[in-house]
C-alpha cells in the first residue's frame, strides 16, 4: 500500500486513510436511503432492491476505481439532482418514457462524457459558460431538491379552490401554499423533528450529520407510528439479487426522448457538478500547487467519473457523480486513493443492511433533502449580484427550476438570456463582453429546441 498509494509521499499514514475513507462514507451514506425516493416504486418505478443494489455496487465499484486508478480520496455515488431529474423525465410523460428509457439516456450521455473528456471538449464547456450561471445551476437544483422534500413530508401543501382548470401553475389564483397539518400528521411532526435534528448536528459540525439524522428519526418513528418494522420480519440479510435492475436499459427508447435532452441535461448538468467537486476537493488536499500533475490528475477522475455514469445505468441508476461530501474525508486527512478505496469497500459491505433501507419512512429522508437544498445553496455567493448582465441569467436559471419543476427550463433560460443581454450589451455600449462561441451554439440549440419540441 504504501509504494502503490505513496502514502509517505503524500505525508499520510494508511490508519489515517482508514478512519477518512469511514469519515467520507457517513457523510454520504444518506444517498442509501434516499436514492429510493427518486428511482423506487414512488418514484421512477424502478425496484426498491434494483435501486438499492445499483446503488450500493455503482457507488462502491467506481469509487474504488477512482481510488486504484487516480490516487485521489474522491468518492462517487448517484447524484443529487440529476436523480431527481430522472424521476421527473419518467413522471412527467405520463407512461411515454419508462425508466428503462430513461437508464438508456443516461447509458448514452456517458459515453458521450467519455468522449467530450478524451477529447477535451469537457474542458472547453466548463470555460465557455460564465461562473454566475454554473454557481446558479447549483442553487437552482437545491431548490428543486428541497422542495421535493417539503411536497413528499406534507411540511408543504397546496390548497385548491375552484379549480376548473388542470393546467394551472403553483402561482395560478386558485392555489395557494400553507404548512401542513402540524397537530394531527405524525408524518410532518416526524419531518420536523428530523429537520431540526439533522440542523443541530450540522451546526454542531458532528461528522456524518445526515446519516446520523436519517437513522434517529426513523427510530423516533417507531413509536409514533410512522415506521413500518413488518419489513424485518423474514428479512434476507444475505443479499438475494433478486428484483434488480441490471442491463434494462432501453437504447432504443432513449432516442425518443431526444438527443438534445440527453446532452444538455444528463451531460452538462453532471460536466459542471463534477468539475467543481473534482477542482475544490484537489485544491484542498494540495494537489493543484503542481499545476502539470493536479491537471494530469484532474482529467483522469473526471475520465473515471464519465465511466462510472454508463456503468451506473447498466446497473440500474441514475447518473453516478463525484461527491462534495468528500472533502469531509479530506479534512480528516485523507490524501490518497487508499481514502476511496475504503469508501468503496464499505459502500459494498452496505449491500447487507439492504432490509434496513427498506424500513426507512419518507419522513426521515425528506429531512435531508431540505438540508441538501440548503448545502446547495452556498453556491448563491458567486454570483455577481451587482451586474445584472450576470445577475439576470442566473435569477432565471435559479428560479425556472423549482417553480416549472424542470432543471432543463432554469439552464435553458440562463444561457439564452445571458447571450442576448452579452450581445446588446457590445452593440450599444463601449464594455464589450466575451461571448465564447459555444455559447452561441447553445443558445441556437435551445431555441430550435423549444420551437420544435415544446416545452415538455
Known sequence: MERFFKLRENGTTVKTEIIAGLTTFMTMAYILFVNNIFLGPDGAGIPKDGVFFATTVGAGLITILMGLFVNIPIA?????????????????????????????????????????????????????????????????IGLFVAVIGFKMSNLMVAHLSGVDDPSKTVLGSSMNFAIGDLVHSHDVQLTLIGLILIAILLTLRVKGALLIGIVITTLI???????????????????????????QLDLAGAFKIGLFEIVFIFTFVELFDTFGTLVGTATKIGLMDNKEEGEKKIGKAMLVDAVGVSAGAVLGTSTITSFVESTAGVAEGGRTGLTSVTTGILFLLALFIAPLAGVVPSAATAPALIIVGVMMMSQVRNIEWDDFLHAFPAFLTIVLMPFTGGIANGISAGIVSYVILAFFTNVFTKNKVKIHWLMWVLAVLIIFRYIFMGSD
Not at 87 to 114: D, E, R, Y
Not at 222 to 241: E, R, Y
Open 76 to 140: 462517487l455515488a448517484p447524484g443529487m439532482g440529476l436523480n431527481a431529474y430522472f424521476m421527473t423525465v419518467v413522471l412527467s410523460s405520463n407512461g411515454a418514457i419508462t425508466w428503462q428509457a430513461a437508464l438508456g439516456a443516461v447509458f448514452i450521455s456517458g459515453i458521450i462524457f467519455i468522449i467530450l473528456t478524451v477529447t477535451k471538449v469537457r474542458q472547453l464547456l466548463i470555460a465557455a459558460v460564465p461562473s454566475s450561471i454554473k454557481s446558479a445551476i447549483t442553487v437552482g
Open 221 to 247: 418513528g417507531i413509536p409514533m407510528g410512522v415506521t413500518d418494522l413488518k419489513g424485518l420480519s423474514g428479512a434476507h440479510w444475505i443479499p438475494t439479487f433478486d428484483n434488480l435492475a441490471v442491463g
